[in-house]
């Protein structure tokens, strides 16, 4: 059973940038898709970007051209770089790991995760 720890997150000014992590352990061996979301309060979660299983990215309208996914399989941690950041990308972020995804970027196929880490943009 993989497990998830994110970091990373704080608080910036707007424009500024932020590089999250996600380490996971507890691999056993086996190949998952991972993906980043956030969650701001009172909005369902949404998907932001995924790297599946076989090396692809993908990313949600939202996160294109500012935010880019990244792994170290090495080190097994998953990175989100946040750049030229809004206030409205204010939340709590989190990542997510499965071995058998549909819809990537969709939560309800995810079944771990991690506990998130907060990211306040102000203006």
């Known amino acids: 059973q993989v497990q998830l720890v994110e970091s990373g997150g704080g608080s910036v000014p707007a424009g500024g940038s932020l590089r999250l992590s996600c380490t996971a352990s507890?691999?056993?061996?086996?190949?998952?898709?991972m993906a980043w979301f956030r969650q701001a309060q009172g909005n369902e979660r949404e998907g932001l970007a995924a790297l599946d299983k076989y090396g692809e990215i993908f990313y949600a309208d939202s996160a294109k051209g500012r935010f880019t996914i990244s792994k170290d399989n090495a080190k097994n941690i998953l990175y989100l770089q946040m750049n030229n950041l809004k206030p409205e990308d204010t939340a709590m972020y989190y990542c997510?790991?499965?071995?058998?995804?549909?819809?990537?970027?969709?939560?309800?196929?995810?079944?771990?995760w991690g506990q998130g880490t907060q990211v306040t943009v102000s203006s």
């Open positions: 507890g691999y056993g061996g086996g190949n998952y898709n």
């Open positions: 997510a790991a499965d071995r058998w995804v549909g819809y990537l970027l969709s939560a309800t196929a995810y079944r771990t």
